[in-house]
């Protein structure tokens, strides 16, 4: 079996069937030569976490230098944004960007982590006939828009210097602070269907099970750090029936679709057949150029302007006046103030030179990409 077999077999079961293996990575080959500066578009399997994929993209793009934009949890699925070499830089600009999402979510039954991998902690149950479409539409416009979202009690957020999901386990008692977000979009995409739920949690046939339960598809957009799981649960809440996250898959992160995305096995085939070849040029990476024209306002300069951006030095802010949209969608769909608005600044020969940003009367590079 080839290693990208093994990342196949991985992807599809979550699990790595190796003996030695203490966690569940997968098999992936080394490339052959370190993969260009760029950005990686993954499609992460269930069962992974964000820092497996990370580890296994250093072995396909044979380097250490590999950043993510954005963590998944395991039990999601989906678009996640890999930095390589220098567009780990980019990252910081990245990690904001608005975010779409597909989600199941089930109605009726609560765990204590607000999806499937916790324990269910109360069990209501829920009919199809105690959600007309009116009632379920109520529920959902109350979600969207300007909202104050309280996070998971199990999110990465630190309370004291410890993340909040590890005072969980310890058996601690976690309240978080409600934090502004914004819904874009929140729509169901199919009928509510009937959920037969045993005491464990698992899915019956049989008409006597404890829970009659109701699962529904959802599309969320949502700008970043909302949690797809507390909007679940706040679902419930606003039904008074509860209700915890079945399924996620992240289908877009700014201006990067699900479409373009490569599996791991799609990406080790990539690096094996590449390895073979006479002269190997490791993983295909999107290159910085092209990420920062679909992300960001774009400004073309004069040479002296490249010349002092590459030394680091200010330029007067009129400069940004003559910045262009960027190609096809912003990176957030969000508002910004004039100093949260990043620029790319291009050579006159299509190079790009640094990002900038307006602070006071000058428009000062936050990133250099091709110092002097």
Known sequence: MTASERAESMERTGRDSGPDRARRRPDVPRGAVTAADGLLVVDKPQGLTSHDVVGATRRLAATRKVGHAGTLDPMATGLLLLGIGRATRFLTYLVGADKTYEATVRLGVETATEDADGEIVAARGCRIADLPEARLQEALTALSGPIQQV???????????????????????????????????????????????????????SPNSAVQA???????????????????????RELGCGAHLTALRRT??????????????????????????PEPHGVSTIPLEEVARRCFERLALTEDEARALRYGQPLDAEVLERAEAPEGRRLQASAKTAEQRVVAGFAPGGRLVALLR??????????VLDPA
């Open 358 to 367: 307006h602070q006071g009367p000058r428009a000062r590079p936050v990133l």
């Open 252 to 277: 877009a992160v700014g201006p990067f679709d699900i479409d373009e995305a490569h599996t791991l096995a799609d990406l080790s085939a990539q690096v094996e057949t590449d390895a073979s070849s």
């Open 214 to 236: 109701v699962d529904i598809d959802i599309l969320v957009s949502c700008s970043s750090g909302t949690y797809v799981r507390a909007l679940a649960r706040d679902l419930g």
């Open 151 to 205: 996070p998971s009690a199990v999110s990465a957020i630190k309370v004291d210097g410890v993340r909040a999901y590890q005072r969980v386990r310890d058996g601690q008692d976690v309240e978080l602070q409600a934090r502004p977000v914004t819904i874009h979009e929140l729509r169901l995409t199919a009928e509510p269907r009937k959920a037969i739920v045993e005491a464990d949690g698992t899915l019956s046939d």
